[in-house]
C-alpha cells in the first residue's frame, strides 16, 4: 500500500501549480468537514433517538419511529416520573456514588503505591511482579465469580457494599499499575536523584514528587475507573443481588429491561436517568483524561 | 512545576533522615518495595489469582466438582457444540479492535483540522459514558424490525428504507448480520476512549515540521502516513492491545442484547451459561482456560515492548 502511494505521489508538487493546488485543498477541507459530520450524525442519532423516545407517549411510540416526535410533537414528562419511581431512583443513585467513589478513590491508591514500587524501586522479583500484572489483565471476569462467592459468604460478607468495592479494585488494579507505571518509569531520573541526594526517602519521594507529577495518568485511572464502576451490571447482580436495597442505578435499569409489560419509552426515559452523572463526568474532565494518558503513552 | 519539587525538601528535613535511615537500611530496605505493594498483591490475588488457580483446577474435573474429567472438558470446548461459539470470538476478536483502531485513528486526524473540534469529540465521547444496559435498550430499537410492507419503527430499516429496492432486515436474528450488528454497537460505545486517547498522541506530533512539509508540497495523504502514523505508533499499540483484551473477554453487550441466541454466542456469555444456568463449572472453567491461553501470545507482545522500551 505505501508503495504504491510513494510511487504516485512525489510527481504531484511539480505538476500541480499553485492555483489547482488550492482548489485540491479546497476540496480537501469539504471532505474532512463532510466525513466528521456523517460520524457525528451517526454517533448522536441513537442518543437523539432515545432522548426523543423518553418524551414521547406509548401509543405514538408503538405506531411510528422517534423522528414522528418532529412532526407530531406530542411531549409527556410522564415517562420520567413512571421510570424515577420504577428505578427507586433517588436511592439507587445514592448506591451507585456510594460504590464508584469509594471503588475510584482505592483503585487510584493502590495503582500509586504499587505502580511507584514497580518503577521507582530496584528489588528482585520486580519483573515478576509486572508479569504478574499482565497476565491478570486477561482474566476473564466470569471464572472469578464462583470462587469468589463462595468465599464471601463463608465470611459472611455476601450481599455488602464493601464486598463490591474490594472485586471492583481488585479486578482494576492490575490495568491501574499498567497505565501508572508506564507513566512514572517515563518521569525524568534527574528529579528524584535530586531528592535522593536532599535525603529525601521513598515515602517523601512518592507524596511530594512522584504524586503529583503523576496526576494527569492518575486522574485518568480515576476517569475510567469511576465511568467502568457505575456502569458495571456483572458485579453487583452477582455480589448484591437485584432484590437488595442497596442495588445500584445500572442493576435497577436492568430488571426493567426483562420486567414485561414495560414500553419502551419508559425504558428510554430510565436509560437517560441512568447516565447522567457518568455523562457530567467524561465530558467535563475529558481534557484531563487526555493529558494523563498522552503523558504515558506518548513517553518512550 | 520545579518549585513546587524543590521547595518541599529543605535542609532541615534532609538531617534528621539521615541517620533514622543508616542502619536498618539493608534489612527494612529490601522489605520496603514489598511495603508498598501489598495492598495490589492482597487485592489482586484475591480477586483475580485466588481464582485463577482454582479454575485451572477445576477446569480438569467433572461438572460437579467429584472426580477427575481429564481432558474431557476440553474435548468439548473444541467439540462441534462450542465451534461456532469460537468462531464467533474469532470475528469479535479481528473486526472489533480493527473497526476501533481504524476509525479512532481517521476521526482523531479529522478533529485535529477543524475548529469544532471540542464539540465533535464530545459528541464521539457521549455513548463512553452509556452502560451496556442502556446501550442495549437503545439499540434494540434502533435495530427493530417490522415486516415489509408496514411503517418502519427502527432507525436503521427506516433509513435503509428510503433507498428503492431495500427490504427490512432483522437485524439481531439474520445471521449473516446479527455478528456485526452486536460488534457495530460495541464500536459505538467504545470509539470514544480510543479518540480521547488517540486525539492526544495526534496532537503531541510536531506541528512545525508538518507545515514545513506542507509548504514543500507533501499531500496530506503522505504526511498522514509518512509522519504522523510513524509518531503515534506506539498509542496506537496501546489501544489495539487494550481493544484485543476487550474482545477477547467479550459478554455484556451479548448478554443484554441476545443472549446469544440465533448464532450469536461469545465465550464470555457460553461461560456465564455455563456456570449460572447448567452449574457446570468443569465446562466453564475450561472456557475460561481457553480464553487466557489465547491471550498469551498478547502477553509475551506487551512483555516484550516494555522490555525494549526499558532498555532504551
Redesign the interface.
Known amino acids: 500500500m505505501?508503495s504504491t502511494?510513494?510511487a504516485t505521489?512525489p510527481a504531484?508538487?511539480e505538476t500541480?501549480s499553485p492555483p489547482r493546488?488550492s482548489v485540491a485543498r479546497r476540496i480537501?477541507r469539504v471532505g474532512?468537514?463532510t466525513?466528521?459530520l456523517l460520524?457525528?450524525i451517526f454517533?448522536?442519532?441513537?442518543?437523539a433517538?432515545?432522548i426523543a423516545?423518553s418524551l414521547r407517549t406509548d401509543p405514538d411510540?408503538?405506531?411510528?419511529?422517534?423522528?414522528h416526535i418532529f412532526i407530531h410533537p406530542l411531549l409527556t414528562g410522564d415517562n420520567y416520573k413512571r421510570a424515577f419511581d420504577t428505578l427507586n431512583a433517588g436511592s439507587s443513585l445514592a448506591n451507585s456514588l456510594l460504590i464508584a467513589v469509594p471503588t475510584t478513590i482505592g483503585t487510584v491508591?493502590?495503582?500509586a503505591?504499587?505502580a511507584?514500587?514497580?518503577s521507582r524501586?530496584r528489588?528482585a522479583g520486580?519483573s515478576a511482579?509486572?508479569?504478574?500484572?499482565?497476565?491478570?489483565?486477561?482474566?476473564?471476569?466470569?471464572?472469578?465469580?464462583?470462587?469468589?462467592l463462595k468465599l464471601f459468604a463463608g465470611l459472611g460478607m455476601a450481599g455488602t457494599i464493601p464486598v463490591v468495592w474490594?472485586?471492583q479494585?481488585?479486578?482494576t488494579?492490575?490495568f491501574g499499575?499498567f497505565l501508572t507505571r508506564g507513566y512514572m518509569?517515563g518521569l525524568p531520573d534527574e528529579?528524584l536523584e535530586a531528592?535522593t541526594v536532599?535525603?529525601?526517602?521513598?515515602r517523601?519521594a512518592f507524596t511530594?514528587?512522584v504524586l503529583?507529577?503523576s496526576a494527569p495518568i492518575l486522574a485518568s485511572v480515576a476517569i475510567?475507573q469511576f465511568?467502568w464502576s457505575?456502569?458495571?451490571?456483572?458485579t453487583p447482580l452477582l455480589f448484591l443481588g437485584s432484590s437488595n436495597s442497596d442495588a445500584p442505578i445500572?442493576l435497577q435499569?436492568?430488571g426493567l429491561?426483562g420486567s414485561n409489560g414495560q414500553g419502551?419509552n419508559i425504558?428510554?426515559a430510565?436509560?437517560?436517568i441512568?447516565?447522567i452523572v457518568?455523562?457530567i463526568?467524561?465530558?467535563g474532565l475529558?481534557k484531563y483524561?487526555?493529558?494523563g494518558?498522552?503523558g504515558g503513552?506518548?513517553k518512550? | 512545576?520545579t518549585d513546587?519539587?524543590h521547595a518541599?525538601?529543605p535542609v532541615g528535613?534532609?538531617?534528621p533522615?539521615?541517620p533514622v535511615?543508616r542502619r536498618p537500611r539493608s534489612m527494612a530496605g529490601?522489605a520496603?518495595?514489598?511495603l508498598?505493594?501489598t495492598?495490589?498483591?492482597l487485592?489482586?490475588s484475591?480477586?483475580?489469582?485466588?481464582?485463577?488457580v482454582?479454575?485451572v483446577v477445576l477446569s480438569f474435573r467433572r461438572a460437579d466438582g467429584t472426580g477427575w474429567a481429564g481432558a474431557g472438558n476440553y474435548a468439548w470446548s473444541f467439540g462441534s457444540a462450542i465451534r461456532l461459539v469460537l468462531l464467533n470470538n474469532v470475528v469479535w476478536l479481528v473486526a472489533y479492535p480493527l473497526a476501533t483502531v481504524a476509525?479512532g485513528v481517521?476521526?482523531a486526524v479529522?478533529?485535529n483540522?477543524?475548529r469544532y473540534e471540542r464539540f465533535?469529540?464530545?459528541?464521539?465521547?457521549?455513548?463512553?459514558?452509556?452502560?451496556?444496559?442502556?446501550a442495549?435498550?437503545?439499540?434494540r430499537?434502533?435495530y427493530a424490525y417490522q415486516p415489509p410492507g408496514q411503517?418502519?419503527?427502527?432507525?436503521v430499516n427506516?433509513f435503509l428504507s428510503l433507498f428503492p429496492g431495500f427490504t427490512p432486515v432483522a437485524w439481531l436474528s439474520n445471521h449473516t448480520f446479527d455478528n456485526m450488528a452486536l460488534i457495530l454497537v460495541a464500536v459505538?460505545t467504545g470509539?470514544?476512549?480510543a479518540v480521547?486517547?488517540l486525539?492526544?498522541?495526534v496532537?503531541?506530533v510536531d506541528g512545525e515540521m508538518l507545515e514545513a512539509a506542507r509548504l514543500?508540497?507533501?499531500?496530506?495523504?503522505?504526511l498522514f502516513?509518512r509522519m504522523i502514523l510513524p509518531s503515534i505508533g506506539?498509542?496506537v499499540l496501546?489501544v489495539a492491545t487494550t481493544q484485543i483484551?476487550f474482545a477477547?473477554?467479550i459478554?455484556?453487550i451479548v448478554y443484554?442484547m441476545t443472549n446469544g441466541n440465533s448464532g450469536t454466542d461469545v465465550?464470555?456469555n457460553r461461560?456465564?451459561a455455563e456456570?449460572f444456568q447448567s452449574s457446570n463449572?468443569g465446562h466453564?472453567?475450561a472456557l475460561?482456560v481457553i480464553?487466557?491461553v489465547a491471550?498469551l501470545p498478547?502477553?509475551w507482545f506487551?512483555?516484550r515492548i516494555?522490555r525494549r522500551?526499558?532498555h532504551?
Open positions: 505505501t502511494i510513494t505521489l504531484e508538487p500541480s493546488l480537501g474532512v468537514h466525513a466528521l460520524i457525528c454517533w448522536f442519532t441513537p442518543i433517538s432515545i423516545g411510540s408503538l405506531s411510528s419511529g422517534w423522528w491508591a493502590v495503582s503505591l504499587g511507584f514500587a514497580l524501586m528489588f520486580r511482579v509486572f508479569l504478574l500484572m499482565v497476565a491478570l489483565l486477561v482474566v476473564p471476569p466470569q471464572i472469578t465469580l464462583i470462587p469468589l474490594i472485586y479494585i481488585g479486578f488494579v492490575p499499575v518509569t528529579i531528592a536532599d535525603g529525601c526517602n521513598n517523601k511530594r514528587i503529583p507529577l475510567l465511568l457505575w456502569n458495571d451490571l456483572l445500572t435499569v436492568a429491561v419502551a425504558l428510554s430510565g436509560a437517560i441512568s447516565i457518568p455523562l463526568i467524561i465530558v475529558q483524561f487526555v493529558a494518558i498522552t503513552a506518548v518512550g | 512545576m513546587v519539587l518541599p525538601v528535613d534532609a538531617a533522615a539521615a535511615r529490601k520496603a518495595p514489598w508498598w505493594l495492598p495490589l498483591l487485592l489482586s484475591l480477586v483475580l489469582l485466588f481464582p485463577l482454582e479454575t476509525l481517521i476521526v479529522l478533529l483540522k477543524v465533535a469529540r464530545t459528541i464521539i465521547v457521549i455513548p463512553t459514558a452509556i452502560s451496556f444496559t442502556a442495549a435498550v437503545t439499540w430499537l434502533m411503517p418502519q419503527t427502527g432507525t427506516a459505538w470509539l470514544g476512549v480521547l486517547v486525539s492526544a498522541a496532537k503531541a514543500d508540497g507533501c499531500g496530506e495523504w503522505r502516513v506506539r498509542t496501546t483484551i477477547l473477554k459478554f455484556d443484554v465465550v464470555g461461560m456465564y456456570l463449572f466453564a472453567s475460561a480464553l487466557l491471550a498478547i502477553l506487551t512483555v516494555e522500551e526499558a532504551r
